[in-house]
């Protein structure tokens, strides 16, 4: 108990400190807890918390489920392939390492402001990371579940259904949950920029229209306990039981 | 000998890596009899795994071939199944699941039939909906055996398969595999480097040169089930054996 009470009792002593520490500095650094509670119900009240929340989901959604759609089944095939991967591999480390923002302007070029480009960004942060899992996970087949496979008269699809989908499923989870923080963090930073809706447009805008900080540090708390959630529930779906084996455990 | 179950003739396996070709086997020519016990005996590493695996058709021989029932093997097939150590369980199948894995091709209730059947043979009862991370390495090693005599195979080809067990399991291990051989009479390749093993089980052992392998003796094992391993025909089998390897191998 007092264990699960430890990071709980750490957070109230940083806020009360962050309170008092306000407090007394003479020159305006940062809005008071207080003043970030006042800013949640004020976007309570205007019923605007909802909506942006909605908003930011709803982006992250499109995106991250677009990119697992295309990268996984993408990645799947260029792992089990070692022709394709010789093909595709140097392309994609190329790729890889452009940060999704740098596609900002492009993307409104392509699609220009709204959701469309947002979603875009994600799909893009998404992409690359799910592909890059889905080959490592093929390629990390132990060739004994193959072996099987083949060896009680399995035929091509169903050695695919049977031996070589579950056997990458743990890895793609794993990646599955890295791949959702990164979408979450590409969200806020397109909103900035490509939209006028979703908790990143709040933060601008809070700024913007009447320095409201206590607004902007409200967005970043409802940032950072959406993502919490958002991890712990891919975190339970690694503890479905047969899902939940790997390799590690002999 | 009974009908001939198993021909290689003339088997030769060459490994090319980099630009490098290592002979593996060299000549290898044998004959196994239907319902036999074959041991094949040797070091790590001279080629023994190699020769097992292009019997059961995963591997194709450089020249030479296999033929068993007096057909050429061209891959793998379910009427002869390959024991890997226990790691060759799926993970992600319970123990039922994967007796069950051959099985696609019955009904449902032939299908649950013979899991318990095989459930039962190999003592894993109680352990039904265990999944494999929650075995013993025993277990998982008995799990696969079921699994493997589930699909009715009429040879089985068993690599090293107690090697990771630690002794006293690996006695137990051996006495049920003696058990489910007299039982089921398949056909069975045992690939060993431990020469008690192989004068345990075996009706013969092939006693196989350091690499490029090739079969230096092979010895009868005269001695009726179960054996005494303190007769002193025992003895003699096994120092004979023993002499052999180490002629072959210079220690």
Redesign the interface.
Known sequence: MIVRLRPIVLIAVLLVAWQVAVTWHPIHLLPTPWAVVGGIGDLLQHGLLLKYVVASLFRVTWGFVLGVVLAVPLGLVIGWNRRAEMAFNPLIQILRPISPLAWIPIAILWFGVGDLSAIFLIFLGCFFPLLLTAMNAVRGIPAVYLNAGRNFGLRPAALVSRVLFPAVIPQLIVGMRITLGVAWLVVVAAEMIAVNSGLGFLIVDARNAGNRYDLVVAGMVIIGVIGLLLDLGMRSLEQVKSLRWSYSED | MAKVKLQVEHLHTVFTRDGKSTPVLEDISLEVGEGEFVCLLGPSGCGKSTLLSTM?G?LSPTSGEVKIDGEVVS????RR??V?QE??V?????VEGNIA??L?HLTRPEREQRVAHYIKMVGLEGFEKA???ALSGGMKQRLEVARALA?NPDMLFLDEPFGALDSITRLIMRGELLRIWEAERKTIIFVTHDIDEAVQLADRVVVMSARPATIQQIVDIDIPHPRDISSSRYLELRDGIFRQIGLAHRI
């Open positions: 059961a995963f891959g793998p097939d379910p199944i390959f890997f790691r060759g799926f993970p992600w199948l319970t894995f051959g696609f999944y494999p991370p699909v």
